[in-house]
C-alpha cells in the first residue's frame, strides 16, 4: 500500500487499536475483535510472543496491520517484511526511520520533547506519536504548534473514552488506544472487545 494511502487511512480512521497479547492467538483474536468493532488500523506489538504468526493471520483483512514497540531497525525490517503497513516505536530511532523510508512504510516515533519532534520530522517522520500522553494535556498540542505548526500528533497511553476527543478537538491527527480493549478481553471476551470498539468508534461521531 502507497505510503501516503496508509497515511490518509490512519488520519481518516482517528482511532488506532494498540494491542498486546500473551500469545500470538489472543493477539490475533483481539485484532479480530476490534475489527468487527469498526477500528481500522491495528498496531501489533512486538512485546507479544511469536508475534509474526500473528501477522500472517491478519493477512489478508481489509484493516491497517502495523507494528509497534519496534526499538531497532532489525525489528522494523521484520516487520515491514511480515506486511506491516506502519511502524511505531516508543521512542524516536533514526535508524528505523531509514528503514523505513527505504521501504515508504510510515514510522510514527515516540516522542515528548519539541527536539525530539525535530528530529523525527528531519528524518521523514509524518505522524509523532506523543508518549505517553497521560503526561500531558490536550493543549499542549495547541503549544507544539506554534513553532512547529506541521506537526501532525497521534497521543498515545492514557487515552481512553473520557478524554479521546478532547485530543482530538485539540488537533490530534488521531489517538492510540489499548487497555480499555485488553480489560474488555479479559471481562467479557472477543464480544467485550467488539462491543467496546463500537463504543469508541461511536464516540467519534460525537466530537
Same mark, same amino acid.
Given at each position: 500500500?502507497?505510503?501516503?494511502? *496508509? #497515511?490518509?487511512?490512519? $488520519?481518516? %480512521? ?6 498486546? %497479547? ?14 468487527? %468493532? ?7 506489538? &512486538? ?16 484493516? #491497517?496491520? !502495523?507494528?509497534? $514497540?519496534?526499538?531497532?531497525? =532489525? $525489528? ?11 511502524? *511505531? ?5 533514526? =535508524?528505523?526511520? *531509514? ?9 510514527? /516515533? @515516540? ?18 506519536? #506523543?508518549? /505517553? ?8 498540542? +495547541?503549544?507544539? +504548534? ?9 497521543? $498515545? @497511553?492514557?487515552? %481512553? #473514552? ?8 485539540? !488537533?490530534?491527527?488521531? *489517538?492510540?488506544? !489499548? ?5 474488555? &478481553?479479559?471481562?467479557? !471476551?472477543?464480544?467485550?472487545?467488539? =462491543?467496546?470498539?463500537?463504543? &469508541? ?7
Amino acid at each position: 500500500m502507497q505510503k501516503f494511502k *496508509v #497515511l490518509k487511512a490512519l $488520519t481518516d %480512521g482517528k482511532v488506532v487499536a494498540v494491542i498486546r %497479547g500473551n500469545s500470538p492467538e489472543e493477539a490475533a483474536l483481539l485484532s479480530q475483535a476490534a475489527i468487527a %468493532g469498526g477500528i481500522r488500523a491495528i498496531e501489533l506489538t &512486538y512485546t507479544t510472543p511469536f508475534i509474526k504468526d500473528t501477522f500472517k493471520e491478519l493477512r489478508n483483512t481489509d484493516a #491497517l496491520i !502495523g507494528a509497534g $514497540t519496534v526499538l531497532d531497525a =532489525e $525489528t522494523a525490517r521484520h516487520a515491514i517484511l511480515n506486511g506491516a503497513n506502519f511502524i *511505531v516505536s516508543p521512542s524516536f530511532h533514526s =535508524e528505523i526511520a *531509514v528503514i523505513c523510508n527505504r521501504y515508504s512504510i510510515p514510522y510514527l /516515533p @515516540g516522542c515528548m520533547t519539541i527536539k525530539e519532534m525535530v528530529s523525527a520530522l528531519e528524518s521523514g517522520s509524518d505522524i509523532i506519536k #506523543l508518549f /505517553p500522553a497521560n503526561q500531558f494535556q490536550p493543549s499542549f498540542i +495547541k503549544a507544539v +504548534k506554534g513553532p512547529l505548526p506541521n506537526v501532525s500528533i497521534m497521543p $498515545t @497511553g492514557g487515552v %481512553g #473514552l473520557s478524554n479521546m476527543n478532547d485530543w482530538l478537538k485539540a !488537533g490530534a491527527v488521531a *489517538v492510540g488506544i !489499548g487497555s480499555d480493549l485488553n480489560k474488555a &478481553y479479559i471481562e467479557n !471476551g472477543y464480544a467485550g472487545v467488539v =462491543e467496546k470498539a463500537k463504543i &469508541y468508534i461511536q464516540q467519534l461521531s460525537v466530537q
